[in-house]
């Protein structure tokens, strides 16, 4: 067989580009205002010098910025580019032999060795003349000059003044030699998303739970009356479970009963009923007008509105009347329900992706996102999109996204890594996460370093959560208030995206339905349940101071930055987090033991923090305001969980003394 013949005068390599997901097959994911690092390995046959170019543009724009790329070490290259506007952008990576460089470095050793000689002038005259002939009219004129003055025959030490002029060295660089450049094989894409994709502080309530009486039934006025306690505990995002009308064939009771009882409010997870489906609004909540003015209010309040998209169905949902076709039917004709053996979900029929009728099916799925954002929603959390088709979902988020590209998908996905990784891929801009079932300290690092250092955090934005409504885990359950400071402190600091299901967390619910079981006993998802929003011993005022710390330090607003540090307790975990710009630097402590004092030494890389070795530095615990003088690598601190489980410094690396002497880094 014969191969195809590429130029052969190209000969520039270009491999290992970054950041580059499954080959370019997938975009790389960041946020408005991201600098956007790109690395490529570049190198070349022989001795020649080479040059390298970054070339970067906004999907659609025919315009290229082109950005010189620096050599760091072993022909690794790098540059960086600015996205300044959410959308998808798009890179490529252009490597040349650079003849003119190629004869400078050798120059200047012959010059250093005195062997330089007139041919070795007249070569660099060519290279200049060339040049010229790709210069604008002025700079052309300028280069042609000098080319003359090298062919002048002058002393060799007078034409070395001309030759390595700094000048000339600039001129020439503004007009390579690309000929025979070498250019990555395909464009890759950077999918461009508003901020709070990389953060955003969610919390989570049931609507209908939110009328000031007990047993009555929310509405959204309610709702918007519970928006200012959400603000003042310093969140971004308000999520809402599923709005639409419930079920009412087979509809669970109490504690998931499979038999409901007269009054039961059933699932909001089982849509649909004879009042409408995914496009439609339970009745006792309101009308769209009443979510739209929920929606703006909130907005008022720097809060965003997530939404719940569930895509089953309950029995009399009108898409089992309508579309009878979308779902699986067994051999006694009636329908399949949701199962997960030996669990059984009577009241939720899940959507057949194999139906003749598939693509009827994708178009009608993708016009319940654009009903809600034509509502004013821009995040959806998708309920379970790993048991829907992943091609659905590709084609799904593409098609929205490329109309509203401000759109965000958080996808409820607890299940393995690499289907978690694929959803992300296709386009999911967060993630649940393992967090939740992570408690030790060896666990907690390794698994976050994995999510915050590998090459996974090119399209995998993790988003920690210590409880759900379906997840209260053992920890939750059997250790106290500590527990959930603990899990307060590490889901916030550790993760730039973190939510809470409240008021179950904030008022510390943690009675299982039975042991061993992650369910709560007399779970919301079942029933309306009453909070008492004022009790004393809410963890209220922790959640907003820890949201308010979240909020002015830019360190905890990233991933990127996490470092574990090493200290002498294994019930004691450490870590560091820096802003991009190196300004704002915070260390987090927590006590991992919900029922003992834990003490121990953290020792921190001072060269790699930037910290004065020689210098005494600031540590100021943000939470209780408490400031500590530390020296030097290794300094001791305590922590008791009856009092408060954890530290969050911000370290100050300048440190003033009051007589107004300064120290600086």
């Not at 509405?219 to 079920?247: Q, S, W």
């Not at 393995?416 to 030790?440: D, E, H």
């Not at 630097?585 to 003992?596: F, K, Q, R, S």
């Not at 001072?606 to 004065?612: F, G, K, R, T």
Request: aromatic share 12%; glycine share 6%.
């Amino acid at each position: 067989m014969t191969l195809p013949q590429n130029d052969g005068r190209k000969r520039v390599i270009i491999e290992g580009i970054s950041p580059v997901v499954d080959g370019g097959r997938f975009p790389a994911k960041r946020t408005v205002g991201d600098l956007v690092h790109v690395e490529a390995d570049i190198f070349t046959d022989g001795h020649d010098a080479i040059a390298a170019s970054l070339l970067a543009h906004r999907a659609g724009s025919e315009s290229w910025t082109e950005i010189p790329m620096q050599a760091l070490v072993n022909d690794r290259w790098t540059a960086a580019f600015r996205v300044g506007e959410i959308g998808r952008y798009g890179f490529k990576v252009q490597g040349w032999v650079d003849h003119f460089e190629t004869w400078r470095r050798d120059l200047l050793k012959r010059i250093a060795a005195d062997t330089d000689a007139p041919v070795d002038y007249l070569i660099g005259a060519d290279l200049i003349a060339e040049t010229a002939g790709r210069a604008s009219a002025k700079d052309a004129a300028l280069l042609l000059k000098r080319a003359s003055v090298l062919r002048s025959g002058d002393r060799v030490a007078d034409l070395r003044i001309h030759a390595t002029d700094t000048a000339l060295h600039e001129l020439s660089l503004r007009y390579p030699d690309k000929r025979f450049a070498t250019e990555s094989d395909r464009e890759f894409s950077i999918v461009v998303d508003p901020v709070r994709a990389r953060f955003s502080s969610w919390y989570e309530f049931f609507p209908r739970s939110t009328a000031p009486q007990p047993e009555a039934h929310g509405t959204f006025a309610d709702c918007e009356k519970r928006l200012p306690y959400v603000a003042e505990m310093g969140f971004n995002v308000v999520y809402l479970p599923p709005i639409h009308p419930i079920g009412r064939m087979f509809r669970k009771g109490r504690n998931n009963n499979p038999e409901s009882e007269p009054g039961d409010s059933g699932s909001p997870w089982a849509i649909g009923s004879a009042d409408g489906g995914h496009k439609e609004i339970h009745g006792q909540l309101g009308t769209v007008e009443d979510f739209r003015h929920f929606v703006a209010s909130a907005k008022e309040l720097d809060l965003t509105v997530a939404l719940d998209i569930a895509f089953q169905a309950a029995p009399d949902h009108p898409y089992v009347r309508e579309h009878e076709s979308w779902f699986r039917k067994r051999p006694d004709g009636t329908i399949q329900y949701a199962e997960n053996p030996p669990k059984k979900y009577q009241d939720i029929y899940p959507f057949d992706f194999e139906s003749d009728d598939w693509q009827g099916m994708w178009e009608e799925l993708k016009s319940v996102f654009l009903y809600w954002i034509a509502q004013g929603v821009t995040i959806f959390r998708v309920d379970n999109p790993h048991t829907k088709a992943f091609p659905f979902w590709e084609w799904a988020i593409a098609e929205i996204k490329r109309d509203h590209p401000e759109v965000l998908f958080f996808a409820e996905a607890f299940t393995r890594p690499k289907i978690m990784y694929r959803l992300a891929k296709l386009g999911f801009s967060q993630s649940y996460t393992y967090f939740p079932w992570r408690n030790g300290k060896a666990e907690i690092a390794v698994y976050l370093t994995e999510l915050s250092q590998s090459p996974v955090r090119e399209f995998f934005r993790p988003n920690q959560w210590p409880n759900t409504p379906d997840i209260l885990t053992e920890f939750l359950q059997v250790d106290g208030r500590a527990a959930f400071v603990i899990r307060l402190l590490l889901a916030a600091t550790l993760g730039a995206n973190y939510g809470i299901y409240g008021p179950a967390f904030e008022l510390m619910e943690n009675k299982p339905i039975r042991h061993g079981s992650e369910e709560y006993l007399n779970s919301e998802k079942y029933e309306i349940r009453h909070w008492d929003l004022d009790r004393p011993d809410s963890l209220r005022p922790v959640v907003a101071r820890v949201n308010a710390i979240r909020n002015s330090n830019p360190a905890l607003q990233s991933d990127w930055s996490l470092r574990f540090h090493s200290i002498d307790n294994d019930q004691l975990i450490a870590y560091t987090k820096e802003s991009e710009d190196r300004s704002n630097l915070v260390l987090t402590v927590v006590n991992l033991d919900p029922y003992h004092t834990q003490s121990g030494f953290v020792t921190l890389p001072l060269d790699q923090l930037e910290i004065p070795a020689d210098r005494a530095y600031e540590a100021e615990d943000m939470l209780t305001g408490e400031r500590y003088l530390w020296h030097g690598p290794r300094n001791y601190v305590e922590l008791n969980p009856s009092r408060l489980s954890g530290h969050i410094l911000k370290i100050h690396r300048r440190l003033k003394i009051e007589t107004d002497f300064e120290y600086f880094l």
